[in-house]
């Protein structure tokens, strides 16, 4: 089995919180994790049962197997909190750049952060790595714990 590609998942994850995807890891948690049917949870999230599905496969993929997507999610969860998206969705559905003030489409959300924002975007997976750091070294102190 190959190994869980923690980077390409933290790059993947972080782009899509700063595009306006911050519901990204809920929905895959409510949707890998707890099983809940994929018609509920997109319903909650307003997105379609087939983006829902492609966002879980995606994970799956760079995690290498379904069961382990399901370990990465909460640690994914973990990494990610205070990572704040910069294009927001208001309740008409409209795309916002909160650093340019610009209307987005929303299938150019991430584009738009990629091409316009990339410092932001490389902080963001700066942050998530520092925390998978911290995340390690606490689980690796656990285990100290338990062996003592
Ligand atoms: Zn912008």
């Not at 008409?92 to 952060?113: Q, S």
């Not at 925390?131 to 690796?140: C, G, I």
């Amino acid at each position: 089995m190959k190994p869980v590609d923690i980077k390409s998942l933290v790059n993947y994850v972080s782009l899509k919180i700063l595009g306006g995807g911050d519901y990204l890891l809920n929905a895959l948690e409510e949707y890998l994790v707890k099983g809940e049917g994929p018609a509920i949870v997109a319903h909650k999230y307003n997105i379609s049962k087939h983006q829902l599905r492609g966002y879980a496969q995606r994970i799956i993929e760079k995690s290498g197997s379904e069961i382990r997507a399901k370990k990465v999610i909460p640690i994914l969860q973990y990494l990610a909190e205070g990572i704040e998206p910069i294009v927001e969705r208001n309740d008409n559905g409209v795309y916002t750049c909160k650093l340019c003030n610009t209307v987005v489409a929303r299938e150019d959300t991430e584009e738009h952060v990629r091409k316009y924002h990339k410092d932001q975007l490389s902080l963001a997976i700066k942050k998530m790595m520092e925390r998978l750091e911290e995340y390690k070294a606490k689980r690796e102190k656990a285990l100290v714990v338990t062996a003592s």
